[in-house]
Structures are given as C-alpha cells and as structure tokens.
T-cell receptor, first 114, second 115 residues
C-alpha cells in the first residue's frame, strides 16, 4: 500500500539554524512527492514537489530531493526564520491512482525562536 | 482568483446528530477532495469528487458521504455523529485533469466538535 512516515515533532530551532525534516514513503510504482505547509489558522499550502526520481523541488529557501533508492524526500532549509514556524506535511500521489487521492504524513510542527 | 472557501468555520454538535459541511472550490476547478485532520492521525483522505462523480473513496464508514453539484461546489455529510468525529475537515480543489502533478489548493477547514 501507500504510506508516508515523517519524523516526530515538535521541532524547535533558533533563527538561522539548519532544518531537516525527514520523510520516507512506501508506494507502488513511482509516486509524485510533495511538501505542504500549514500556518496557524490556515489551510495547507503547497511548498514544493518532485515528480520523478532525482528531481529536486525548491521554494522559499526550502529544498527536497526525490531519492528512489532510499524512498525518501527529506525537507531542508539552510537558515530558518521565525516566519517558518508552521506544521509541515509530506505527501505522495500514486501513479496508479486515477484521481486526486493523496497520502499524507502526520505532520511535523516547527517552532523557530528569535 | 478567490481561494477555496469552507462553511461554516466552526461547528458544535452532539452525539447522534448529523452535520453538513460545504466547500466552494476555486473557479474552474472540477476536483474537490475532503480530508479529516486529527492530531494523532494527520490528514486522512475521505473522498474525491470530479465532475459530480465520486472518483475516489478512502476508508471511512458509510456515515460519511458527499456530493458535488454542477457548479463544482461540494458538500459532505456525517450522520449519527460520534465523539471520534471531532476533527478539522479540510477541502481541497484542483483542476482535476492531470492528477499526478496537480497542485491541491486547500481551504481553511471546518472545525467540528462533537459533544
């Protein structure tokens, strides 16, 4: 089956620290992979995505590389800001699915302190 | 373009009642998906509608149902509410034709509390 496993939170970092949030997946075939972010009181927003192996998604200083050999899609940012405080969700879409059924991880809460 | 809107934003119900939540997708989007978000389980897929037809369904009991109208607006209904149905219900819309690379646009959610 399809599933996503994220590192447990919460994560607390000081401003300008390096961020890594681990994400591994199980899927049939080669899924598309996504990171979504949820700011307090808001819905989820797409942060970045990668649709095939070795693709790197990037946005707002965040990056994640689709690693087929380790079935991973870890999120990284070199220098976090207070405004990055949010909950981050890793997700996949299976190519065997004809519709919009996405599988999400449980989310990782990030708090950045000044 | 206006974003995805969900009404109401907050609901309080008692066990045994039923509830209807509404979602208006972004104009031009034909796919609407519903998710249940809880602290322990994260986001769990309920179902997806595309052009008024249910295209995908998650592993939820039959008490959870939905529909989509010709203008792509969608409703989900939960009957015989249980305490465990307390959650944030999120709706997401997308164009719907190329699903593997579609960006899902989420609404702010409806917070349902069952007492």
């Amino acid at each position: 089956g399809n599933s996503v496993t994220q590192m447990e939170g919460p994560v607390t970092l000081s401003e300008e620290a390096f961020l890594t949030i681990n994400c591994t997946y199980t899927a049939t075939g080669y899924p598309s992979l996504f990171w979504y972010v949820q700011y307090p009181g808001e819905g989820l927003q797409l942060l970045l995505k990668a649709t095939k192996a070795d693709d790197k998604g990037s946005n707002k200083g965040f990056e994640a590389t689709y690693r087929k050999e380790t079935t991973s899609f870890h999120l990284e940012k070199g220098s976090v800001q207070v405004s990055d405080s949010a909950v981050y969700f890793c997700a996949l879409h299976s190519p065997l699915n004809t519709g919009n059924q996405f599988y999400f991880g449980t989310g990782t809460s990030l708090t950045v302190i000044p | 373009k206006a974003g995805v809107t969900q009404t109401p934003r907050y609901l309080i119900k008692t066990r045994g009642q039923q509830v209807t939540l509404s979602c208006s997708p972004i104009s031009g989007h034909r796919s609407v998906s519903w998710y249940q978000q809880t602290p322990g389980q994260g986001l769990q897929f309920l179902f997806e509608y595309f052009s008024e037809t249910q295209r995908n369904k998650g592993n939820f009991p039959g008490r959870f149902s939905g529909r989509q109208f010709s203008n792509s607006r969608s409703e989900m209904n939960v009957s015989t509410l249980e305490l465990g149905d307390s959650a944030l219900y999120l709706c997401a819309s997308s164009p719907g034709q190329t699903t593997s690379t579609d960006t899902q646009y989420f609404g702010p959610g409806t917070r349902l509390t069952v007492l």
